[in-house]
């Protein structure tokens, strides 16, 4: 009776903290993204970390600090981040289209037409007009 209660006890406090941990990291994003929005880019970038510490699967995390390092056209440290955002959710539109910006930035129409025609696919239409140029 006594090793039940505590493996109630045990499953209790760890789907609690896992619960708990998660919310921590959506607050955590939150907060950077705020920071990005307001052009605080090493509060934002600091956030991130701390955001990566508690859970360093998460997609969006990566995504953002893309985000941050493409804003300050830091393009192939943004490229690395949002490689790492289609390699943990290779359905993460967004993602695609940010690394197709970068081709075209780069100049590599083949590159950044595949990103584009991707996040169309995916469901990101704010592509539409660059996809409509990559069709023959």
């Known amino acids: 009776m006594n090793c039940r209660i505590c493996l109630i006890l045990i499953v209790s406090f760890l789907l609690f903290s896992c619960s708990n941990n998660k919310e921590k990291v959506k ?3 939150l907060k950077a993204i705020s920071n990005i929005y307001n052009n605080q880019n090493d509060a934002a970038k600091e956030t991130l970390e701390k955001a990566l510490k508690k859970d360093p699967t998460d997609p969006e995390i990566y995504y953002l600090l893309g985000n941050i390092c493409f804003n300050e056209k ?4 943004a490229m690395k981040y949002y490689n790492k955002t289609i390699e943990l959710d ?3 539109a967004q993602a695609y289209t940010s ?3 970068i ?3 780069y100049n590599d129409r083949d590159k950044w037409c595949e990103n584009f025609v991707k996040a169309y ?3 990101d239409n704010t ?3 660059d996809v409509r140029h990559c069709i023959p």
């Open 121 to 123: 696919q995916l469901g």
């Open 99 to 101: 690394r197709g910006k």
């Open 103 to 105: 081709y075209r930035i």
């Open 74 to 77: 830091k393009y192939d440290e």
């Open 90 to 92: 290779s359905t993460y």
């Open 127 to 129: 592509v539409y007009n």
């Open 27 to 29: 607050d955590l994003k």
